[in-house]
């Protein structure tokens, strides 16, 4: 087997080194009931040419992304990647090296998470980020989490524009600590959350631009929860549109929960993707996840370590912030060396470019018989209310293919006064071709 | 536990050394590398993409005022940055990375490959379920390989990591017991768990229960047995557990566990030790999470990705968290949604489906391995670590006599009256060219040293690092405190003062104050 470097010459003399006849008295202490004699009815071991043709076989029966018009978004945006993102994280010391608890030989991977705190803070217009969470979802319910601890209180209000996975994620987490979640009506347009705020309110969750692509001030709402001494917790799904809109932090955010893949990640059927949280410096101590600070080593040479890890399982148990442990490191590079080669110009260039492919998909669908745009204002993915099912045209498109954007019903199946509804996103790698060829598809199936 | 601080003394490195000092801090091949935001040059970019044609602009107003304040750069900028930057960590790439419960072990690059081709890569959690049948069909593979290889019927695929898949196993155990109408307020964890064990029973709303370690390194089975009681809601065990020792009473511990009502969680962290020698279900187990980046070889990447899918006995299972892939009349069908079989799941966990890019990778490394590969790889690796433990254990003190499993746990009582701790040790291993063993863990131990060398090390590198500790050892009795107190000193940093990280946090690049006058 071409990953195991032990000789059967090897194995001999290190089992008459340990002073035992066979591999298996190393595992007597297993007991007999339980030890498998033979192999477990699977394949045998395989070579690399035939790894290689079996699980290309199998992705060769998918539709990739990049082979056909391609307009799904809802939460996972297909953005170009640059060749020198994939290249440099592929690195062995990047790629297989563990969490960085040993400092002096691990400066690089602490020097990037830095880098990465830094670029997060800057784009959600806070002043702190942690190193990355699983995902956007997971950094949501962690938010909740934290408000909590924050306030003392424990009930939570989500907006119904709330990504839905988000939402259900929130309550799996909330569900057996003793916290309620009160989540709005999911119709689009809709901005009821304020009427829910009260004296037990911890934390109002909304989303910018919202699940159905609108973008939102949350200024007004900042204030509301803050009266209530409540923490207003804003969702990010698409962080590039922070290359063009105005930044949580300044609505009054006191927590950013945010997806992060659009950045350096691909699409990868939903994972792995790279959580982003930030907040406060003054509530710093009740964050989760893993935080990485600036100091000097025993000559006084700037350096960086691991640090507040008293908040962490491995020092706090149950008394943790958080059970995070394993984070979304190497996807966190990905999206620093994006971001790095974007930079200030480059990140608004792109953004501009997601928005003005959008608003000429918009501009052409407009006037298309059957449907018409649900949004006010929006950044690279808007709502369409069709004159028929969503889910069919959908479907119907795509075996013509077209992959025309998220029927909202594949969230909410029994509502249905959302089954009309259609997310449609056009971003940087959206042509024209690929947008006449929608317009046609819908003019054809709505007609 | 670990770091420095200035109120230790420390020599320079040039009393230690000789002369060291040069013009830039670079010292040959270990270069000085400043932060992005140092390297600014306004305006530049790394990416060329074109200008939009004029458009109506629909952002409602809400544009965004003022810069970011993100650095421009150019891409050989860039590339020789991260390039700089990759070359100051160690990596299992470049040595062997005896991290006890870590599992570092080589990651196969056809993986990576496979994960990058573009029928896996670059498709939507979200298009059509019919554009998607390799998908299905792939995740649907690798359950396969887990159920067979745990025993278990039944794999929730979507936990993050570890830490999630204990999330995601305790609340389904929660779960099938509140269905029953059985409220419980108690997990058991032992004192010797990876410390996600207690904080995850937290998270799930438990008051959690420790449970001391016997003379042997394992569970207290007594002690075990007398806090069981019927507000018992599961015993959290890792098995092999953190000492490197099997739980040779695991049928008993199962028993007595479900004769209580109770579920029995495992943690395993440490599959590597037995996959495809043991199946889990075969030791009592109801439920047990497997890092597909420790047993199976996904990269650990700094820190992560991971991906910790969760092993359900049948009675768990119509609990465990969305989504699922069923087996239905016209083929595999993605179950999204709280309804049909679903309709008692516990909710979702996480956005989307699970990792799935690790999902590739680590089919590619089970099928690349095969049945008779696995069990090769926990023989070797069983035998690896009992190898060193053989060789070593006349030299640092062995915890616990006997032979261990895939890895092996020393204290620091060989460093007794010399004046080192166990992080002084581990430090100098670093001068050596080696990353240190786990130090500290787990916490039954007094300078607890936990050594992994896993199966995808020769005999020749085990010797090499054999001939080190042995090396290391004999200088700390010989009386020279000061070459263990300094280490290291061959690093691109020496010991890093962790204690004003921690006191003055400084989390975050910003300008200094006159640059940013000059900005303006």
């Not at chain 1, 949580?248 to 949280?277: K, R, T």
């Not at chain 1, 959008?358 to 209310?385: I, T």
């Not at chain 2, 750069?73 to 419960?101: C, M, W």
Request: charged share 20%; net charge negative.
């Amino acid at each position: 087997m071409r990953y195991l470097p032990l000789t059967e010459r090897d194995r001999g003399e290190m089992l008459a080194a340990i002073g035992v006849d066979s591999i298996d008295a190393l595992f007597a202490d297993v007991p007999q009931a339980a030890r498998l004699d033979g192999l477990l009815d699977l394949p045998r071991a395989t070579g690399e040419i035939e790894v290689e043709r079996q699980i290309s076989r199998m992705a060769a029966r998918n539709v990739a992304a990049g082979s056909a018009p391609f307009f799904v978004g809802a939460g996972a945006y297909r953005h170009h990647i640059p060749a020198a993102v994939d290249h440099l994280i592929q690195r062995g010391e990047f790629l297989t090296s563990y969490t960085p608890y040993q400092p002096e030989i691990s400066q690089g991977t602490l020097q990037y998470l830095f880098e990465f705190q830094t670029q997060v803070a800057l784009l959600t217009g806070m002043e702190v980020a942690n190193a990355s969470l699983y995902d956007g979802a997971t950094a949501c319910a962690e938010a909740v989490m934290m408000a909590s601890r924050v306030t003392g209180r424990r009930k939570a209000v989500l907006s119904g524009g709330l990504h839905p996975h988000y939402r259900e994620v929130c309550e799996t987490y909330a569900r057996f600590v003793g916290f309620e979640i009160t989540a709005d009506d999911p119709a689009p347009g809709r901005q009821g959350v304020a009427p829910l705020v009260d004296r037990d309110t911890s934390c109002v969750v909304v989303q910018n631009p919202d699940f159905y692509g609108e973008v939102r001030d949350y200024s007004g709402l900042a204030r509301i929860c803050h009266d209530a001494g409540a923490l207003l917790v804003v969702v990010v799904t698409e962080i590039l549109s922070l290359g063009a809109l105005r930044p949580p932090g300044e609505m009054g955010a006191d927590i950013v929960a945010a997806e992060g893949q659009s950045l350096g990640n691909a699409l990868n059927f939903g994972g792995p993707y790279v959580g982003l949280f930030a907040t406060r410096d003054k509530f710093v101590r009740q964050m989760p996840g893993r935080l990485v600070g600036q100091t000097v080593d025993a000559e006084g040479r700037r350096g960086w370590v691991l640090t507040l890890s008293t908040r962490e399982q491995h020092i706090r148990r149950e008394r943790a912030t958080s059970n995070v442990c394993t984070n979304s490191g190497l996807c966190a590079l990905a999206f620093t060396i994006h971001l790095g080669l974007l930079g200030e110009a480059g990140l608004t260039r792109l953004a501009r470019l997601n928005h003005a492919a959008a608003v000429d998909l918009a501009e052409r669908l407009e006037r298309v018989p059957g449907l018409h745009l649900v949004n006010r204002a929006f950044f690279n993915e808007f709502a369409l209310r069709l004159s028929r099912p969503a889910a069919e045209i959908v479907e119907t498109l795509a075996s013509r293919g077209v992959l025309a954007g998220v029927p909202v019903s594949r969230f909410y199946p029994g509502q249905e006064k959302l089954s009309g509804i259609l997310l449609v996103a056009a971003t940087e790698m959206t042509t024209a071709d690929d947008m006449d060829r929608l317009e046609q598809g819908l003019r054809e199936v709505l007609s | 536990m670990s770091g420095w601080s200035p109120a230790a003394s420390v020599r320079p490195v040039k009393d230690l050394l000789g002369p060291s000092e040069t013009i830039t801090g670079n010292r040959g091949l270990q270069l000085e590398e400043k932060l992005i935001f140092e390297q600014d040059s306004p305006g530049h970019c790394g990416v060329d993409l074109p200008e939009p044609a004029p458009f109506r602009c629909r952002l409602g107003g809400l544009e965004r005022q003022g810069a970011i304040g993100l650095p421009g750069l150019s891409e050989p900028q860039i590339v020789r940055h991260f390039t700089r930057l990759s070359q100051k960590n160690y990596a299992i790439d470049t040595g062997l990375y005896p991290l006890g419960s870590c599992t570092m072990k080589h990651n196969p690059r056809l993986n990576e490959k496979l994960a990058r081709l573009p029928g896996l890569a670059d498709i939507h959690p979200l298009q059509p379920v019919s554009t998607v049948p390799g998908a299905l069909e792939l995740i649907d593979t690798l359950a396969y390989w887990l159920k067979t290889l745990t025993g278990l019927p039944a794999i929730a695929l979507s936990p993050a990591a570890g830490a999630h898949g204990e999330l995601c196993g305790i609340m389904t155990i929660r779960s099938a017991l509140e269905a029953r109408g059985d409220r419980r307020s108690r997990v058991l964890v032992p004192e010797s768990a990876h410390g996600t064990n207690p904080a995850t029973a937290a998270a799930c709303g438990y008051a959690v229960d420790p449970i001391p370690a016997n003379g042997s390194g394992r569970v207290d089975r007594a002690a075990l047995e007398a806090k069981l009681g019927l507000d018992v809601a599961a015993l959290m065990l890792t098995n092999p557990n953190t000492c490197g020792l099997f739980e040779n009473e695991i049928h008993e511990i199962a028993a007595a566990v479900h004769a209580t009502g109770a579920f029995f969680y495992c943690d395993g962290a440490n599959f590597n030790a037995i996959v495809g020698r043991v199946r889990p279900a075969d030791l009592g187990i109801d439920c047990m999470h497997l890092n597909l980046h420790k047993t199976f070889s996904t990269p650990h990447g700094g820190g992560g990705p991971g991906s910790g899918p969760v092993a359900l006995s049948s009675n768990l299972a119509p609990y465990a968290p969305l989504p699922w892939i069923i087996h239905g009349p016209g083929g595999l069908e993605l179950i999204e949604q709280r309804e049909g079989p679903a309709e008692h799941v516990l909710g979702r966990l996480k956005g989307f489906h699970g990792q799935m890019g690790m999902f590739v990778r680590a089919l590619a490394y089970m099928m690349s391995h095969g049945a008779d590969g696995l069990r090769q790889v926990a023989e070797d690796a069983v035998l690896n670590a009992n190898y060193l433990r053989t060789r070593l254990e006349d030299d640092i003190s062995l915890s616990f006599p006997g032979a261990c499993m895939h890895e092996v746990l020393f204290d620091d009582r060989f460093l007794k009256d010399s004046g080192i701790t166990t992080l002084d040790f581990a430090k100098a291993l670093i001068d050596e060219g080696y990353h240190p063993m786990t130090m500290y863990f787990p916490l039954i131990v007094h300078g607890a040293m936990l050594i992994e060398p896993t199966e995808t090390e020769s005999k020749a590198s085990l010797d090499q690092f054999i001939g080190v500790v042995k090396g290391l050892a004999a200088k700390a009795q010989s009386g020279d405190p000061s070459r263990f107190s300094n280490a290291p000193v061959l690093t691109p940093r020496r010991r890093l003062d962790e204690t004003t990280a921690a006191r003055k946090p400084v989390l975050r690049w910003r300008p200094d104050p006159a640059q940013r006058e000059a900005a303006e």
